[in-house]
């Protein structure tokens, strides 16, 4: 049942919305870009609240004429309106819960775009294939979506998989989705190494950055120490006749961010200015979080084996999130890019915690 207090908020976010709508329209608004992007991501926000909101006020009132005719009915026509009552007060249910997540406060991050950071960890070889597995899901994921995937810079490993690359997916909803993978992933499969077919158990890391812009994230030239070296392949052979790739270190912090993958100097700085920043954003956040709320767990923790957010296991064709308990045997469809069952869970989950703590 939603109270009156909570149904004044939501009238609110509708008359907002009104607003919002009729000054789209206005030219003045129109010819002011900034303004004009602001209001528009505004009312993309208000449009589900007040989508949720008349959804609900239709149920309610289809009950309420149902549970009318009741007085009349007999026979046939007393079951159907029952179960129309029935099947109206659960979608009455469900929609004021909706109601009630969408007047919590936002992820400050949503609409963003991401930078992701995958490197293998425990395991050798086998976890730099590993990692490449996991780029080539979030690329398929990426595809299904409609996002855009760039490779911001990659170092593959001598078996053609990476011990680091880092990425940057953009599109509507990828922060909400991708946010989840943070944190070191575990597979447990016979590696291409094995002779004796022996099951190995590896591990990557994954990094999931909000991307960050330059007017948000300043940067003090003079905090940053900037070295010029030539690209290198597997095994550490040159790529590259000229010095083209980039290492910068922000000093205050000791961040490190190296590009190499364009052939120019400009270009590769440019990409290890865009990771940096987002690196800082993400730092920022971790400090006022670990002030407000307590100390913040790392994403990645150590990468070891034994701490995993995800298991992905080859032979069962099961994939376990350990963080909500959630098992599915469809390992194939997942690395092929089918992850939303995964992230539908997580979303869910988050959500309910959060309704539970606003109560």
Known sequence: MISDAVLGRLEALESEFRTCEAQLADPAVVA??????????????????????????????DVAAARELLGDASGDDDAALRDEVTVGSETIERLEEELRALLLPPDPFDGRNVIVEIR????????????????????ALAGRHGWSFETLSSSPSDL??????????????????????????????????????????????????????????????????????RSSGPGGQSVNTTDSAVRITHLP???????QDEKSQLQNRARAMQVLRSRLLQLEEDRQATETAGAKRSQIGGGGRSEKIRTYNVKENRVTDHRIGLTIHSLDRVLAGELDPVSDALLADERARRLSEST
Do not use: C
Request: hydrophobic share 40%.
């Open 253 to 259: 912090t000791g961040l490190v961010v190296s590009m």
């Open 160 to 229: 053609g998989g990476f011990s680091e690359v880092v990425l940057r997916i953009a599109g509507d909803g990828v922060w909400p989705r991708l946010k989840f993978e943070a944190g070191p992933h575990r597979v447990q499969r016979v590696p291409v190494t094995e002779s004796q077919g022996r099951i190995h158990t590896s591990s990557a890391t994954v990094v999931v950055l909000p991307e960050a812009d330059e007017v948000e994230v300043q940067i003090d030239p003079n905090d940053l120490q900037i070295d010029v070296f």
């Open 120 to 139: 293998g960890a425990e395991g050798g070889e086998e976890a730099n294939l590993f990692a490449r597995d996991l780029f080539e899901m979030y690329r």
């Open 32 to 61: 002011d870009q900034t303004r004009y992007v602001e209001m528009s991501k505004r009312y993309r926000q208000l449009a589900q609240v007040v989508e949720t909101l008349q959804a609900w006020r239709d149920a309610r009132d």
